[in-house]
């Protein structure tokens, strides 16, 4: 007997294409083809990748190690929070040394034997993986580690500690190299090696980069090129390449971008692949560490950091991480407390343990788009490093200012989105909560002392979170609610039937929450008298699609009689009617693609101010 017949036949792409058209009512299909800031294409429909080619794979099969920050200040209590760490699933640890870029104003104050000592009291380091943060004390932190294992007889043993000497990445930061970061390096490696280390000195790390608002083809550039940079300097010293690559470890940063982000770990291996057959090597796989992005951590509504270190976490595991830290989703308020650091924890362990994320090795393979847009990150970063090289390496290219200033163009493009909110921040730049509790924190964060390197000068490269402009507005209503007890208000008018107005009202007051403002709302014909009492110094008009245009620009010229210092209008409309509207006062219109950043701090400012546009008349 026949079976029965499929009545979901499978449907060709040109199929497909043609039901696409008729759908989108006569657009190109180009129009679904969207671009990253760095102009790589990103498609609607990949087809299947067939064909067994190269594997990024991580360097043992199974999950990846679960590291957990140790960042408190006090050392007996960083150490207590880290065995509890241990207990409570993580198998690997990040220490992060006071004066680091990592510490983000934290950190252990490790300055003997004694100190690290105590940090590590009651925890083997024969049985964990350990990723030092140290910055320009890397080194320093080395050798007390070979004072440590003397002092405990581990020095037969086969300890797992990447030290995280990344003297570029500081170089990229702060625009010179540590003191005495290059000198001794093949000593210090004979060191190591003689007292029972088998981790990687160096550190190829890409959160200079990704802080500073580099694309992910720029970052993996920017890592492979230092990474290339540290094989000359170890050959120099001389080891053989075979030996001076086991000394290179690498890191990336994990965005909420699973796409992006899970094909930029993809390529980083097979990258580096390439870099190791170029140099007559034998192709291993590589240690990759992953740390969910500083650059998308919030200040308000910090629940939702938990959602987007789990997508960070999800694309570096499938991504073929060895290693992942998740930044506690408090951090950018300050020191995080036991509840933020056990959900950074268990956010992995459900990954592993109950999603089985990491039953599969690369699991991405074979998909169309991932392999896709793997192979154009591989393209576009090959590119890019073979410009640094010509221009003689990292250090040379940087001293030129040339990555500063092609990651200050990718940068400036994402801040437009971000200000547009076409790349939008939940809880911040859209559904802003300003009724929201505060949440608990050990410590605030001190005040950021490189707020001069905010700015691309060639040399530095700045660290920066993406919700810092809008939260900046945030923070000046918060201030204001607490001098005077109630927050800055924009007056509301709505023209039309509530059923035709709603949606723009909805959106009205989502915008102006996003600065902190609260609506005064009208509902009744007399909007200037209203206006009048309401103690507003700003306006903005919300109308049904049926109100005539004569209507608005009656409207808006009473308000600016009433003395409004600024008017709005929610939505747009013809340009001769946006000519006649801004003649009678309409300073801007409130609608996608304007740029919502400027225009909230417009209306930030005049809200605060503390007389309106007619007092400002009277004599």
Same mark, same amino acid.
């Given at each position: ?15 497909? =294409? ?27 429909? !990949? ?11 991580? &360097? ?48 252990? &104050? ?60 500081? +170089? ?29 000195? +160096? ?14 083809? &720029? ?80 200040? !308000? ?46 956010? &992995? ?98 005040? =950021? ?6 700015? !691309? ?12 402009? +809008? ?8 201030? !204001? ?128 101010? =503390? ?9």
């Amino acid at each position: 007997m026949e079976g029965p017949t499929n009545p979901f036949p499978p449907a060709s792409e040109a199929e497909w =294409r043609n039901l696409v058209e008729r759908g989108l009512g006569g657009k190109p299909f180009e129009s679904l083809i969207s671009t990253t800031f760095e102009g790589l294409s990103l498609a609607p429909l !990949y087809e299947r990748v067939i064909g067994e080619g190269p594997r990024p794979l991580r &360097q043992k099969p199974g999950p990846w190690k679960i590291a957990q920050r140790i960042d408190h200040p006090d050392i007996v209590t960083a150490n207590a929070m880290a065995r509890a760490d241990l207990m409570g699933g993580a198998d690997a640890l990040t220490l992060t040394i006071s004066q680091s870029f990592a510490a983000r104003g934290f950190g252990l &104050q490790i300055e003997s034997e004694r100190d690290l000592d105590a940090a590590f009291a009651g925890i083997d380091l024969d049985r964990i993986a350990l990723r030092v943060d140290a910055d320009a004390r890397a080194l320093d932190l080395a050798a007390l580690f070979v004072s440590i294992a003397k002092a405990r007889r581990l020095t037969s043993a086969e300890l797992d500690v990447d030290f995280g000497h990344d003297p570029i990445g500081h +170089f990229a930061r702060c625009g010179h190299l540590p003191a005495g970061a290059l000198q001794g390096l093949g000593n210090t490696l004979t060191l190591l090696h003689g007292n029972g280390f088998a981790g990687h000195l +160096f550190l190829a790390d890409g959160r200079p980069y990704h802080e500073a608002g580099a694309g992910e083809a &720029q970052e993996l550039a920017c890592v492979l090129a230092t990474g290339i940079e540290y094989l000359r300097l170890l050959e120099a010293e001389g080891l053989p390449l075979e030996a001076a690559r086991r000394d290179i470890a690498f890191l990336l940063a994990a965005d909420a971008d699973e796409y992006l982000s899970l094909a930029k770990f993809r390529a980083m291996r097979l990258l580096w692949a390439r870099v190791e057959d170029a140099c007559g090597l034998t192709p291993k796989p590589i240690r990759l560490h992953a740390e969910t992005a500083f650059r998308m951590m919030t200040r !308000y509504d910090p629940w939702v950091n938990i959602l987007r270190a789990t997508m960070g976490v999800f694309a570096a595991g499938a991504g073929g991480a060895d290693t992942v830290t998740v930044l506690p989703f408090t951090l950018a308020l300050g020191l995080p407390d036991d509840v933020a650091r056990r959900i950074a924890r268990n956010t &992995q362990s459900i990954l592993i343990e109950e999603s089985h994320l990491a039953k599969v090795a690369d699991p991405a393979a074979g998909a169309g788009s991932f392999e896709a847009l793997t192979s154009a990150l591989c393209n576009r970063a090959w590119a890019l490093l073979q410009d640094i090289e010509a221009q003689g390496g990292m250090i040379k290219s940087l001293q030129t200012g040339t990555p500063q200033r092609e990651i200050g163009v990718t940068a400036a493009a994402r801040r437009d989105a971000i200000a547009q909110r076409a790349l939008a921040i939940t809880g911040t730049s859209a559904f802003p909560l300003l009724t929201e509790a505060p949440v608990h924190v050990l410590a605030p964060p001190p005040v =950021r002392a490189d707020d001069d390197f905010t700015v !691309y000068d060639n040399i530095h490269l700045p660290s920066r979170r993406d919700a810092e402009p +809008f939260e900046s507005l945030r923070v000046a209503s918060d201030k !204001y609610f607490q001098e005077t007890g109630s927050r800055p208000k924009i007056f509301l008018t709505q023209l039309g039937e509530p059923q035709g107005v709603a949606p723009a009202s909805d959106f009205a007051t989502h915008f102006f929450a996003v600065a902190g403002l609260e609506v005064f709302s009208q509902e009744g014909c007399d909007a200037a008298q209203h206006f009048r009492v309401s103690g507003c110094k700003i306006a903005c008009i919300f109308a049904a699609a049926t109100v005539s245009a004569a209507d608005l620009i009656e409207t808006a010229a009473r308000l600016s009689d009433a003395g409004a210092a600024r008017i709005y209008l929610a939505g747009p409309v013809p340009e001769p009617v946006a000519k006649a509207l801004h003649d009678a006062g309409v300073a801007e219109l409130i609608c996608p693609h304007r740029d919502a950043l400027a225009i909230l701090r417009e209306s930030s400012v005049m809200t605060l101010r =503390r007389t309106t546009k007619l007092e400002e008349q009277k004599p």
